[in-house]
């Protein structure tokens, strides 16, 4: 006698108490952690650490190198310890996807999920962080942070998206909880900073009008570059194209667009083109896929 239980079931769907009582005990403390320095004239991985269920693949012969993180425990649960750290060495260039949309399911037990993104990047360096979109599942908690250091000739691409509910099944977010907080530094000085929480009190009117107007995607882009200025133009003539509220703006050296679209697959369609109108690479294949 067997029986399959999903992590986001409510407990008075699941038919054996005693199996998901054993299934929320279990705990994750993984992550990756990536080096990438020039050798040769060629930007090359020089350290990898995986742990506990998290593996990195790369592409053979691909230079810069492009890693994909791959969870092969297939989600997120309560109390999960998630760290990816990445250092990129001095002129080295450096791009990090994943190999599929993150889950985060339901807190059975009100643990909080934690997933903390750290790098370094040094002179001349750059670092693209371009992970497929998170998915909160209704009463997931997850709390998130992104911290990265910068030198003062590195340049940084990044981009997370957020997607509340799972759409295509209806799902309703009901409560749970999502915090997310970013520092970005360069050269030892604060340049960009933000903090966002929405929680029970958010959920229940989460797609009204007056806070996403029935978006349930959330994206957030940010070019940390000495060009990012004169490149809010490219910027603004893909967001003023794309088919859901987005908007770009650039400052001291920083150009940030976010967008609230109904839909992941529409903030994919937008990623494909407005990450090479930056200056960055063509979008990681795992995202074709």
């Excluded at 985060?104 to 962080?129: H, K, Q």
């Amino acid at each position: 006698m067997s029986a399959v239980i999903s992590r986001s079931d409510r407990p008075e769907q699941r038919a054996c108490p005693g199996a998901a009582r054993a299934l929320g005990a279990m705990r994750v403390a993984g992550g990756v952690d990536v080096r990438a320095e020039v050798r040769g004239g060629k930007s090359r991985v020089t350290h990898l650490r995986e742990r506990d269920g998290f593996k990195v693949r790369f592409a053979r012969r691909a230079s810069p190198p492009e890693g994909v993180i791959i969870n092969t425990g297939g989600g997120l649960a309560s109390g999960d310890a998630i760290r990816q750290t990445f250092d990129v060495g001095k002129d080295a260039e450096l791009t990090m996807t994943t190999q599929a949309a993150e889950r985060c399911y339901r807190s059975g037990d009100g643990a909080t999920t934690s997933i903390d993104v750290a790098a370094t990047v040094n002179d001349n360096a750059v670092l693209n962080w371009l992970p497929q979109e998170t998915i909160i599942y209704d009463e997931a908690r997850l709390s998130r942070s992104i911290d990265v250091s910068l030198a003062p000739t590195a340049r940084l691409l990044m981009s997370e998206t957020v997607v509340f509910g799972r759409r295509a099944m209806g799902e309703i977010l009901r409560g749970g909880l999502f915090t997310d907080r970013w520092r970005i530094v360069r050269d030892g000085k604060l340049i960009f900073a933000e903090n966002a929480r929405v929680g029970d009190d958010v959920f229940d009117d989460f797609t009204a009008s007056a806070i996403t107007g029935g978006a349930h995607a959330a994206v957030t882009l940010l070019l940390a570059s000495g060009d990012g200025e004169e490149r809010l133009a490219r910027a603004q003539s893909v967001t003023d194209a794309a088919p859901f509220k987005c908007a770009a703006s650039a400052w001291h050296g920083k150009l940030v667009v976010r967008g609230l679209a109904e839909r992941a697959q529409d903030v994919r369609h937008l990623m494909h083109v407005l990450v090479p109108a930056l200056g960055g690479p063509p979008m990681p294949r795992s995202w074709l896929t």
